[in-house]
C-alpha cells in the first residue's frame, strides 16, 4: 500500500504519468485508464466515478458512471455502473454528493458522514475528489484537507464539480490519507490535459477552416459586383485545391443556374456540359447535403457512400480519372447555391471525403457573405421583393412564397374587414355660420353725419354702442314747424269755441290733430336718427367710413353684428348619405355627434353635435344637397363665419366591410332594380 510519496519510485511513478498523458481515443477509454491509475496509486479497494443527474422526484443526487476493479463499465447513456457492485455504495453515492455540491475533496468515515479524525479509529476511509471544472481550475485547487475543518472549506464558497471520484480504503492515518489524497488530486489534475488535446485538435481544424474562409471573404469583398465575386471565388478554389474546374451555381425557382466558371470569363448555358453541371448541381440540391463522385464506402463516410450519384456519374463519364464533388452552399437554414468541383485522382491536393467536411465548413461561412453581395447587385424593388420572400419563407414555407404570402394577406384581410367594426363616418363640405346675428339697416332716408367708435367690421362692441348718427337738421326745423301749426291749430279752435262757432272749431281741431301726428312722426325719425347696437358681439360686415356725409335710403343695410364665441357649421350632405337603418329611421338625426376640420386648421378636430336637417334639398353640381346645421361644441378663438370646414358625422358601427363596399352595393342595387 502506497501511504507517502517518498515510497514512490520514480520508474513507476513515470510509467503511471506516461499512460495518463499518453493521447486517449475518446473520453471513455481517457476514464478508465484514469480511474485504474488512481486506484492503483491509491491502494483502494475499489474506485467509482459519480456524476450528478436528477432524481426521481427531480432532486439532484450522484449515480455512478463507472466503476474499478469492475467488468460493468458502460456509456452514461446505460445507465452507467450498477449501483449493486459498489462497495457501500449509500455511504459514496453520498460523499460523491458533498464533493460534487461543494467543489472540495473530502475525506468521511465508512461509519459516518463528518471527516474521522478525532476519537476511535474508523474502520475505512472513502476519499471523495472533486473532478475539475470550468469554475475551479481543478479538483485538487480547492480540496479539504483532513486538517481543514468544515467551517472553513465552507468559507470558500467553492462552485459545484461536473462529478467525483471516490476511492474506497483501509483505515489509514492522517499523514497517509493526506499523502493518498494529494497524489489522487495530482492525478485528476491530468483531465485538463486530455480536454486540452481534445481541444487543441478542434481549434486546428477550426483554425484552418477559419483561415481558408477569412482568404476567400477577403475575395470576395474585393469584387465589385457579384458576378465578379463568384468568378474570383472559383479561380480561388480551383488554384487551392488543384482542381481542372470548379463552377458555382444560384439557385432560382428551385434550380441550380451557373453563373461562374472557374478560368471562363463567358459560357454557353445552352451547351451539353452545362446542362450536364446544373443537372449534378441539382442532385445535390435535392439530398441538401455533399455529394462526392466515386462514392467512398458507407464505412468510410456513412453520408457520402449512401449518396445518390447518377448525375454526378454523367458528369464525370468523359474522364475514369475524374473525381466529382458537390458541396451546398446554405444561408439562412436554405440552400442558396452549389459549388462543384473536378479533379484528377492522382491530385494531391483535390478533394477527397477527409477534407470534404472542412470545405463545407468554409462554403458555410462564405454563402451568407455572397447571398449579401447578390442582394446588394439587385435593384431596389427586387431587393425589397427578396426582403419579402425571405421574412415569410418561414412563416408559410420556402415553395412559392410570395403567392402564399399575398394569399394569406388578403385572406387575412378580408376576416379583418368582416370582423372589424368601427364608427361609419359621413364625410361632406361645410361651411361656419355664427349662431346669432342682426343685420342693421338704415332707419330713415338721411344722410350720414358720423360713426361711432366700434363702426367697423371686426371691432367689437357693446349692446347700446352708438354707431351710426344721422344728421338731424332738417327733421328739427319740420319738427318746430309742425308744433307752429299745433299752436295755431289750438288757438282758432279756442277763438272759434268762442265766437260759437263749432264748424271752424272742428276744422282747427283736425288740423291740430294732423301736427300733432306729424310732431310724433319727426320725434321718431329723430330718436332713430342714432343707430345703436342691438347685442354684444362682433361687427362681421359693414364700412361707411367712405360714407360720411352721404345719403341712404331707408332699409339700406349699414351693419352685420354676431357674437363669435357660438358657432354653427352648416354640413351639405348629399341625399346617399342620409343613412336609414333596418327600421327607416335616419342614422343621422338631432343630437348625433361628428367633428369638423377647417381648412385653416387642418390638424385640429373640433367635436359637433347635429341641431336640425333643413328638409327641402338644394341643387348643385347635380346633386341634392340637404343642410345639416350643426353646433360647435368648443370653437376656438380664431373661427370666423364663412370659413369651409371638412365635416365628419357619425352614423353608427359597421364593419370595415360594410363601409367600403357600401356605395358600390347601393349602385348596384339601383342598376339591377
Known amino acids: 500500500m502506497i501511504t507517502d510519496v ?65 467488468p460493468s463499465v458502460e456509456g452514461a447513456g446505460g445507465g452507467g455502473a450498477q449501483p449493486s457492485a459498489i462497495l457501500h455504495s449509500e455511504d459514496a453515492a453520498r460523499a460523491a454528493y458533498a464533493a460534487i455540491e461543494s467543489g472540495a475533496s473530502r475525506v468521511f468515515n465508512l ?65 497517509a490519507l493526506q499523502s493518498s489524497l494529494a497524489m489522487v488530486e495530482v492525478l485528476v489534475g491530468y483531465i485538463h490535459l486530455h480536454a486540452a488535446r481534445g481541444q487543441i485538435k478542434r481549434a486546428l481544424s477550426t483554425a484552418a477552416a477559419a483561415d481558408s474562409a477569412a482568404k476567400l471573404l477577403g475575395i470576395v469583398n474585393d469584387a465589385r459586383t457579384f458576378k465578379g465575386a463568384c468568378i474570383q471565388l472559383v479561380n480561388d478554389l480551383a488554384r487551392r485545391f488543384g482542381a481542372d474546374r470548379v463552377a458555382l451555381s444560384w439557385v432560382k425557382n428551385e434550380a441550380c443556374k451557373v453563373v461562374a466558371i472557374s478560368d471562363t470569363e463567358n459560357f454557353n448555358r445552352q451547351t451539353a456540359m452545362i446542362k450536364r453541371l446544373e443537372a449534378a448541381m441539382d442532385e445535390c440540391l435535392d439530398q441538401d447535403h455533399a455529394v462526392m463522385y466515386p462514392a467512398p464506402s458507407a464505412e468510410t463516410d456513412a453520408v457520402l457512400g449512401r449518396a445518390i450519384v447518377y448525375c454526378h456519374r454523367e458528369l464525370g463519364t468523359a474522364d475514369q480519372h475524374l473525381r466529382v464533388c458537390s458541396v451546398p452552399l446554405r444561408h439562412n437554414d436554405q440552400t442558396v447555391g452549389v459549388i462543384t468541383f ?45 426582403s419579402a420572400r425571405t421574412g415569410g419563407a418561414w412563416l408559410v414555407g420556402p415553395r412559392h412564397t410570395l403567392w402564399k404570402l399575398a394569399a394569406l394577406v388578403l385572406m387575412t384581410a378580408l376576416i379583418a374587414c368582416a370582423v372589424i367594426h368601427t364608427t361609419h363616418r359621413v364625410g361632406a363640405l361645410a361651411e361656419l355660420r355664427p349662431v346669432e346675428k342682426r343685420i342693421i339697416a338704415a332707419p330713415l332716408d338721411g344722410v350720414i353725419r358720423a360713426l361711432g367708435p366700434g363702426a367697423k367690421a ?40 268762442k265766437d260759437a262757432k263749432p264748424s271752424e272749431a272742428a276744422r282747427a281741431q283736425a288740423q291740430g290733430e294732423a301736427a300733432q301726428a306729424q310732431i310724433e312722426l319727426y320725434r321718431s325719425r329723430l330718436e332713430r336718427a342714432t343707430v345703436i347696437a342691438p347685442i354684444d358681439g362682433t361687427v362681421i360686415t359693414g364700412n361707411l367710413t367712405d360714407k360720411i356725409g352721404a345719403s341712404v335710403k331707408l332699409g339700406d343695410e349699414l351693419f352685420q353684428i354676431a357674437p363669435l364665441d357660438r358657432m354653427l357649421a352648416v354640413v351639405r350632405l348629399d341625399e346617399s348619405d342620409l343613412l336609414l337603418d333596418a327600421e327607416g329611421k335616419p342614422l343621422i338625426a338631432p343630437g348625433s355627434k361628428g367633428t369638423i376640420a377647417t381648412r385653416s386648421s387642418p390638424g385640429a378636430g373640433f367635436s359637433v353635435t347635429v341641431q336640425r336637417i333643413v328638409p327641402m334639398a338644394q341643387a348643385s353640381d347635380g346633386k341634392n344637397l340637404f343642410e345639416v346645421w350643426t353646433s360647435v361644441d368648443q370653437p376656438a378663438a380664431w373661427m370666423r363665419p364663412g370659413m369651409e370646414a371638412v365635416a365628419r358625422l357619425d352614423s353608427g358601427n359597421r364593419s370595415l366591410m360594410w363601409i367600403g363596399t357600401r356605395k358600390v352595393v347601393d349602385a348596384v342595387r339601383l342598376w339591377w332594380w
Not at 472 to 482: H, I, N, S, V
Open 6 to 70: 517518498k515510497e514512490v519510485s520514480a520508474a513507476p511513478w513515470q510509467r503511471l504519468v506516461a499512460e495518463l498523458a499518453s493521447p486517449a481515443p475518446d473520453d471513455r477509454v481517457f476514464l478508465d485508464r484514469l480511474l485504474r491509475v488512481i486506484g492503483q496509486v491509491a491502494a483502494a479497494r475499489q474506485a467509482v466515478v459519480f456524476v450528478p443527474m436528477s432524481g426521481e422526484r427531480g432532486e439532484l443526487v450522484a449515480r455512478p458512471l463507472a466503476v474499478w476493479p469492475a
Open 111 to 175: 461509519t459516518g458522514d463528518s471527516p474521522g479524525y478525532e476519537g476511535a479509529p474508523p474502520a475505512g476511509h472513502i476519499l471523495a475528489v472533486a473532478l475539475p471544472s470550468e469554475q475551479t481550475g481543478g479538483g485538487g485547487a480547492g480540496a479539504q484537507s483532513p486538517a481543514q475543518s468544515p467551517a472553513a472549506a465552507q468559507q470558500q464558497k467553492l462552485a459545484p464539480s461536473p462529478g467525483a471520484i471516490c476511492l474506497l480504503v483501509e483505515a489509514r492515518s492522517r499523514p
Open 342 to 386: 473536378e479533379t484528377k485522382a492522382s491530385t494531391t491536393t483535390g478533394i477527397d471525403p477527409s477534407v470534404v467536411e472542412r470545405v463545407q465548413a468554409v462554403m458555410d461561412l462564405v454563402a451568407p457573405v455572397l447571398s449579401v453581395r447578390r442582394r446588394d447587385d439587385l435593384p431596389w424593388a427586387l431587393r425589397t421583393l427578396e
Open 458 to 497: 371686426g371691432e367689437q362692441v357693446k349692446a347700446g354702442d352708438v354707431l351710426v348718427e344721422f344728421d338731424t337738421a332738417e327733421l328739427k326745423l319740420q319738427l318746430q314747424d309742425a308744433l307752429s301749426r299745433l299752436s295755431q291749430a289750438e288757438k282758432s279752435r279756442a277763438q272759434a269755441m
